[in-house]
């Protein structure tokens, strides 16, 4: 069983910048991928970004591609969220996922095993 608790969400002005992590515990995220997405009033749940523990490599959406930056602190057992340049349209409730990597699938939520609570991300214009 692996527990995730997401920290860093909060309010910002547009053109600013947020940090989110997600912790795990539980289990060590070897052998895992690791990823965020984000939900918005009325809006389905949407892809951002993920992570491949073990040789790092990251994947993300278009909407988001050049302003956030995903990475893996492996002594912390911990993956953040590097997010600049933010828009009224990144409003949303941020969660992380992880499950074992595959390969393929980190945009689908399906590929995830475990969630964390979330965290508000607010960004006023």
């Known amino acids: 069983q692996v527990q995730l608790v997401e920290s860093g969400g909060g309010l910002v002005q547009a053109g600013g910048s947020l940090r989110l992590s997600c912790a795990a515990s539980g289990r060590a995220f070897f052998n895992y991928a690791v990823g965020w997405f984000r939900q918005a009033p009325g809006k389905e749940r949407e892809f951002v970004a993920a992570?491949?523990?073990?040789?790092?490599?990251?994947f993300y959406a278009d909407s988001v591609r050049g302003r956030f930056t995903i990475s893996r602190e492996n002594a912390k057992n911990t993956v953040s969220l590097q997010m600049n340049s933010l828009k009224p349209e990144d409003t949303a409730v941020y969660s992380c996922?992880?499950?074992?990597?595959?390969?393929?699938?980190?945009?689908?939520?399906?590929?995830?095993?475990?969630w964390g609570q979330g965290t508000q991300v607010t960004v006023s214009s």
């Open positions: 992570i491949n523990w073990n040789d790092g490599g990251t």
């Open positions: 996922a992880a499950g074992p990597d595959r390969g393929w699938g980190w945009a689908s939520s399906t590929s995830y095993l475990y």
